[in-house]
């Protein structure tokens, strides 16, 4: 391994007394003029820069390039691309993409051994945490004892994946294992992982992070700045190194006025998200400033930059402030650490007053919103960012119906819009579907169940409604999945459990749940009754993500909303109410009650939440939040620094990306003669390409899983078996909703194009390969959306894809493919396949120079005489170093091995 070098800033470091401890500091605000004008969110970038600047992995020029942001990137007619190294302070892991890591670890400790190496070198460097919080299924739902049948099912389903977890937070270093059961992972992030300044060394220096999903950044809410990145380059930041990055624009969202008194947190997201996705924010920082900020409690900030994915930006900041240390008295961290965070953060200017306009930095743009203008709204059907004013949902869905197909269409012909389909409940009573018919409705998720006050809003609202005689229909599959366990204190310390159980509104469980996908079954009355009828039923949830075939198969339309409309779009059936004209029931009296008659006021809510949101419900849950479960502590699993793997398990495998590796590296290959296996539209998200929910009982998992001897009831989840190379590979492409353009119909199909055969992807993938032919696909624009998941990258890696051709790219996802060994190449600006008269049918010829220089162009040639150029999305040159290694992996166990 090469040596660090002394820090050339070591001037740069002051002492700091503190209640009888000197702690260390770099003084970063002495740089002055210049550091007075950076974004907040820029000036961790800068003090991690010069606290770690040793000239090897982060150099001089990276700290003079963040000093020079303004002149860099503060404007955006004249932006300059600057490539700077940041080293997040720790990582955080969920278990979906957090087990495929570990597997890589282990797998990576056996190679080092393989190739001569000492495999006690693979282990954390920096802190690393893993919350497993993604496998719970809402199994079971509207019954008794709901929360403790569905997690025993999680253990009976999830054992391999437990024990293996169980090993690795014993076999390595430096990493925290949270047990199921214990809340989301954002969630825990937010209320009790974050250190907000870090002073366990005698050094002081900011939290930062990075993580395996794409929702943590929703700890920048509390002034961390963290996003979300591929496994596999979380996986890099494990190992100490550091994360190369483009210089960011930072765009200053100014907000202004105050909330309406009806209106909640997710109708302010949903409405930022639409603007931020409509003002085009991806792979730049959005940073929050203005009056309006100090009115926004933290959860409420937390709920706006957990939605950062979904408008694009890598983080929505909100710089540290005063509501920024309630938070953390709220959440029983200790006095004198909120001190020293406020006294630290002050002496190095990065402790902010949002009313005072004077430590308003300079941004590359300004945008405002006034808060007094919010409206209640949702989104959908299919996408987080297409929002709908309340009182618009009707004609809107209804348009939906007959648009053409698209993200707000159906296409269904007007002879097919009357018609319904009944069935009998098991209460003996019969219940008619029709287009717009709720069918899911599921308080969740760690964008709203972090957030108190849309908990209670809804704990309120459902009193109400059951004062006045409201029921939901019993066939609605309607849940509640807290995010912590503190949930569950203040709902039952404010006597609203009893009236949200009333309505069907139990507690599920302490995980992602529905939002993930994770809904569990519907009944297969209902399940008969819609695909008989093709009918377009809906979900409403209080989530994140509302893309096709990820809340479940048979809802066509899912729909995003706060936890209050979650309940009212249960009570009334159907998304296709009005609210301000249509009553949702009668009351005892036959008076008709309406929406409006039991919507509790922002002042109701804020009264209840002062009164019952106290710091000993943190203290009680969080004190034991790493003991788990008597099925978590009982739970055996292997001992030793190896892991032994075991041939017959279907959900941890040693993975193949390792087995042909040298210790020296090759050139780089060109792909000839390479098929398309995919050719596909924009807007393929993750959850087409790596498909995290259940796993159809006619695709080439199932049958491979079959093959070992499962029966259909134990196949679980694609996310579940991420540990699994076999079963991942065989579900790369699954997605039920996929639209490949080499076939006439939907799914995971494609065309074998010498003979003319469909077939599912897999199969296609394996007879190409059995022919030693490469692979590539074209895609549309922003490939690769949604979820970080890194197998969404490895697993067309398995497939033999050595290229994907799009018009542009998710961050998260084109830095997954490069660390991969994958090229992510990009159309020149104007063209795509259509201009291009590219119908997937041809073969193509990439070659990629040795010599190639960030942001060159290439030639693309074709097997008819054509050719043309495309950008090779190399961004900086570690990209290129990790691509010329095979992958990210590949280049960490070569520098170990040196």
């Not at 700077?84 to 797998?107: C, H, Y």
């Not at 402790?351 to 945008?367: A, G, I, L």
């Not at 399940?527 to 809340?551: A, H, K, W």
């Not at 699993?637 to 210790?663: A, V």
């Amino acid at each position: 391994m090469e040596v660090k070098g002394a820090n050339p800033y070591q001037n740069l470091q002051k002492s700091l007394d503190f209640n009888g401890t000197s702690y260390k500091y770099f003084d970063i605000a002495s740089f002055g003029k210049s550091y007075d004008e950076l974004p907040f969110s820029i000036r961790v970038l800068l003090e991690s820069a010069v606290r770690n600047c040793d000239n090897f992995q982060v150099s001089e020029q990276d700290v003079k390039r963040i000093l020079k942001w303004k002149e860099l990137k503060g404007n955006p007619e004249n932006s300059h691309d600057a490539e700077v190294s940041f080293k997040p302070a720790r990582v955080i892991l969920q278990d979906f993409t957090g087990v495929p890591a570990v597997v890589d670890f282990a797998a990576m400790r056996d190679a080092v051994l393989k190739l001569g190496g000492d495999p006690n070198l693979i282990n954390p460097i920096c802190p690393s945490d893993l919350v497993i919080d993604h496998s719970v299924q809402v199994d079971f739902a509207r019954e008794q004892g709901s929360a403790d049948k569905n997690q025993n099912l999680e253990f009976v389903r999830n054992k391999e994946r437990f024990k293996f977890l169980k090993w690795g937070a014993k076999a390595f270093q430096n990493m925290l294992i949270v047990p199921p059961g214990s809340g989301i992972v954002h969630q825990v992030n937010l209320e009790y992982l974050a250190r907000v300044v870090f002073s366990d060394s005698d050094v002081l220096y900011p939290d930062s992070l990075v993580g395996t999903d794409s929702h943590t950044t929703m700890i920048n809410g509390l002034g961390v700045l963290g996003w979300g990145v591929g496994g596999i380059e979380a996986e890099a930041v494990m190992l100490g190194q550091a994360i190369t990055m483009l210089l960011p624009e930072v765009i200053g969202y100014k907000l202004v006025g105050q909330l309406p008194s009806l209106a909640t947190s997710t109708d302010l997201v949903l409405t930022i998200t639409k603007h931020l996705r409509q003002l085009g924010v991806v792979g730049k920082f959005v940073e929050f400033f203005g009056p309006g900020v100090a009115e926004l409690s933290i959860a409420d900030r937390a709920t706006i930059s957990n939605m950062c994915p979904e408008y694009g930006a890598t983080v929505g900041y909100f710089p540290i402030d005063e509501m920024s240390l309630k938070y953390l008295r709220q959440t029983n961290r200790p006095e004198e650490k909120i001190q020293l965070i406020r006294t630290y953060l002050k002496t190095t200017q990065q402790f902010r007053d949002y009313n005072d306009e004077s430590q308003d930095p300079h941004f590359t743009k300004v945008v405002t919103l006034d808060l007094s203008s919010i409206v209640t709204s949702v989104s959908g059907p299919k996408r987080p960012h297409d929002r709908i004013a309340v009182k618009d949902v009707q004609n809107d869905f209804r348009t939906c119906l007959t648009n053409k197909i698209g993200f707000k269409g159906f296409e269904l012909s007007p002879a097919a819009i009357p018609a319904t389909g009944s069935f009998t409940w098991t209460d003996g009573n019969s219940y008619t579907l029709k287009h717009g018919s709720v069918v899911i409705a599921a308080i969740t998720s760690c964008t709203n169940t972090s957030n108190p006050s849309v908990m209670l809003g809804a704990g309120l609202l459902a009193r109400k409604a059951v004062a006045a005689g409201l029921t939901v229909k019993p066939y609605i599959k309607t849940s509640l999945s807290p995010g912590s366990g503190v949930v569950t204190y203040y709902l039952q310390a404010s006597n609203v459990i009893d009236p949200l159980q009333k309505l069907g509104f139990d507690i599920v469980g302490y995980g992602c749940m529905t939002c993930i996908g994770n809904s569990g079954p519907l009944d297969d009355n209902i399940v008969n009754t819609i695909e008989q009828n093709q009918l377009v039923c809906c979900s409403v949830l209080s989530g994140n993500r509302n893309f096709e075939g990820r809340i479940h198969p048979n809802t066509r339309a899912n729909y995003l909303a706060s936890p209050l409309l979650v309940i009212a779009y249960a009570i009334s059936g159907r998304i296709d109410i009005d609210f301000e004209t249509e009553s949702l029931g009668k009351n005892a009296n036959g008076k008709e009650i309406y929406l409006r008659d039991i919507w509790p006021s922002r002042k109701e809510i804020q009264d209840v939440e002062n009164e019952f949101v106290i710091p000993a419900m943190f203290r009680e849950v969080y004190s034991k939040i790493e003991v788990g479960s008597s099925s978590w502590q009982t739970l055996e699993f292997p001992d030793g620094d190896l892991y032994p793997w075991d041939d017959k398990s279907t959900y941890i495998k040693q993975p193949p990306f390792f087995e042909r590796m040298t210790k020296d590296i090759g050139p780089i290959t060109p792909i000839n003669g390479a098929r398309v296996l995919l050719l596909l539209g924009d807007s393929v998200t993750t959850d087409h390409i790596s498909p995290a929910g259940s796993i159809a009982r006619n695709s080439p998992a199932a049958r491979f899983l079959a093959g070992c001897g499962l029966t259909p009831r134990d196949f679980n989840s694609y996310g579940s078996r991420r540990g699994n190379d076999a079963v991942m590979a065989r579900g790369t492409f699954a997605n039920i909703r996929l639209q490949n353009k080499l076939v006439s119909k939907s799914g995971p199909v494609t065309k074998y194009i010498p003979s003319g055969e469909e077939m599912d992807i897999f199969d296609c993938a394996q007879r190409y390969r059995a022919e030693d032919v490469p692979l590539i696909a074209i895609v549309g624009k922003e490939y690769g959306s949604g979820s970080s998941r890194d197998w969404a990258a490895k697993g067309p890696y398995l497939l033999g894809i050595r290229a994907i051709i799009a018009e542009s790219y998710e961050r998260i996802h084109r830095s997954n493919l490069v660390g991969m060994g994958i090229a992510p190449l990009q159309f020149l600006e104007g063209q795509n396949a259509e201009t291009l008269n590219l119908n997937g049918t041809e073969t193509y010829n990439i070659s990629i120079p040795s010599d190639y220089k960030a942001g060159q162009t290439i030639k693309v040639e074709i097997n008819d005489g054509r050719s043309f150029e495309v950008t090779a999305r190399f961004d900086t040159e570690v990209d290129l170093v990790y691509f010329k290694h095979g992958g990210i992996l590949n280049y960490m166990i070569r520098s170990i091995l040196k």
